[in-house]
């Protein structure tokens, strides 16, 4: 499968007519629903059956608390403030995922008082349950070229740049508005499995269009392989109410495009919807792009809280360095140029952080 797909060479169409119709539209809307605080749901579910849930709450730009959960089970939480980040693990088993093999000996380094009386390291620290607070370890929330992340790589930061991701999308592939009496829908029904808002109703849809599907007979540049993308796959709908954003539903669905693929392909064995993911990922790896997996992805935001979010306090923590965990630490650029964190009130037990309990659920 992947020599066949090697031999395409092709050179994807730009937007069609009516693409773009409702773009700016939309990108207006994600710009004004971005800086609003608000508690969210995100769920993450490839088609590995491993369901990874984050609920939490941004308060601003420069904080926000969050907790993940591995298919139920509460893993870790994370509070952001300015430049400052705390984290505890409630599966302390599950660190070792986390950690950034080439730092891991910073964070097993062994940690003083300021009058020289020894602590645990942040590593013993986290694997005990503790909080531990990086002064300067909040991630950035603006994606770099320099640092590499695919989704699925850091949930958290993929559930708190959701907007962001679908802003990059939009862009560059437009947006329609949902009809359901179109002549020509944006998904074929038999496919289109987001919820449907009849005419007139408050809540409006946009959806982002499927690029069209290469094809093996498609001739480009001499040696260039193109292979199918995630934009060949992605189905990606929008909800919005009273010119907000309230849901993002995104399914990258390979399984629907088999035969197109075995098709525009000229492939005559049959093979599964994993062996073609791997196939196309490994010509894309070849590459140097990006490579994708199969997944649903939901995102519900309500903005009723007036919660706001605080650093756990020093007789609940420990201060250290938390840049042995990915795209955390010091060498992330600061947040702010505040010059330091502020702390207001303290995580509760249990999954509550200042005073207020992260929703499990929210309503559509």
């Not at 609003?36 to 926000?64: I, K, Q, W």
């Not at 947006?175 to 002549?183: I, M, P, S």
């Not at 944006?186 to 269009?209: C, H, L, N």
């Not at 010091?330 to 207020?356: E, F, I, L, M, Y």
Request: hydrophobic residues 35%; contains cysteine.
């Amino acid at each position: 499968m992947c020599i066949l797909l090697a031999t395409a060479v092709t050179g994807l169409s730009a937007c069609g007519e009516g693409e773009d119709l409702h773009k700016e539209e939309l990108l207006r809307i994600i710009a004004a629903t971005r800086p609003l605080a608000h508690e969210f749901v995100y769920v993450d579910s490839p088609n590995t059956g491993t369901e990874l849930r984050v609920v939490g709450l941004v308060e601003d730009a420069f904080r926000f608390k969050a907790r993940l959960s591995v298919n139920g089970t509460p893993v870790k939480e994370e509070v952001a403030v300015d430049d400052a980040l705390g984290v505890r693990f409630l599966d302390p088993g599950k660190i070792g995922l986390f950690v950034d093999e080439k730092k891991a000996g910073e964070g097993a380094k062994p940690l003083k008082t300021a009058d020289g009386k020894p602590l645990p390291s942040a590593i013993e620290a986290l694997q005990a349950g503790r909080w531990v607070v990086d002064p300067t370890g909040a991630p950035s929330l603006v994606r770099r070229a320099d640092i590499k992340r695919l989704e699925g790589e850091d949930p958290v930061l993929d559930a708190l740049t959701v907007l962001d991701y679908v802003t990059r999308i939009v862009e560059a592939n437009g947006a329609v508005r949902y009809n359901k009496d179109a002549l020509e829908p944006t998904y074929k029904p038999k496919e289109d499995r987001f919820p449907k808002p009849s005419q007139g109703a408050e809540v409006k849809r946009y959806d982002v269009p499927l690029r069209r599907f290469p094809k093996a007979s498609d001739q480009g540049g001499t040696n260039v392989v193109i292979v199918p993308g995630v934009e060949n796959f992605r189905k990606l709908a929008v909800f919005v109410k009273d010119g907000r954003i309230i849901e993002v539903r995104e399914d990258i669905d390979v399984a629907s495009r088999m035969d197109d693929l075995r098709r525009n392909f000229d492939v005559e064995t049959q093979f599964t919807v994993e062996q073609a993911v791997n196939a196309i990922n490994d010509v894309r790896k070849s590459k140097g792009e990006d490579v994708f997996r199969p997944r649903k992805m939901q995102f519900q935001l309500v903005f009723s809280s007036t919660d706001t979010v605080g650093l756990p306090g020093p007789e609940e923590s420990l201060e250290g360095p938390l840049s042995f965990l990915r795209f955390r630490g010091a060498d992330v650029p600061k947040r702010s140029t505040s010059g330091g964190a502020t702390t207001t009130t303290a995580p509760a037990p249990d999954g509550a952080t200042g005073g207020h309990t992260i929703p499990t659920t929210v309503a559509p």
